[in-house]
């Protein structure tokens, strides 16, 4: 009988609860470039 690691068991059962970290980590990224490039221009149309 082959054994699986723990850390293994452990992603597979979590695998179906949601959103990864890295996923999480990449659209906070993604929306603070949108943020980066559109805010300078609504803040200077106000000003």
Known sequence: MK?????K???EQ???RGFTLLEIIVVVFIL???VA???PR???RTV
């Open 42 to 44: 609504i803040i200077g």
């Open 14 to 16: 979590n695998s179906d």
């Open 3 to 7: 054994k699986t690691p723990v850390f």
């Open 37 to 39: 490039i559109v805010a």
């Open 32 to 34: 603070s470039l949108l």
């Open 9 to 11: 068991k452990i992603i």
